[in-house]
């Protein structure tokens, strides 16, 4: 299911997981503020959900990856 992302080198997993998951980083970074808004139970909005999934993702995609570990590509 997910051999797509074997075949992704790491670093190209790891620099948008940073970038995005810590983007903006003055104040607080969204990824964090989305995450204590759900938490709260103040994330309705549409623009906070597709904000919570635009940083969340390549974090997401980085776990799998790293859980997967380094496999060859099928």
Do not use: Q, S
């Not at 990824?31 to 906070?48: F, N, S, Y």
């Not at 993702?57 to 496999?71: A, D, F, H, M």
Request: glycine share 6%.
């Amino acid at each position: 299911m997910f051999n797509w992302l074997d075949r992704i080198p790491m670093h190209m997993v790891v620099l948008p997981a940073l970038l995005l998951g810590l983007a903006p980083f003055v104040p607080e970074p969204h990824l964090w503020e989305k995450l204590k808004m759900l938490v709260a139970g103040t994330l309705h909005r549409p623009i906070d959900i597709f904000d919570l999934l635009l940083h969340g993702i390549p974090v997401i995609l980085l776990v799998i990856k790293v859980i997967r570990g380094e496999r060859e590509p099928e």
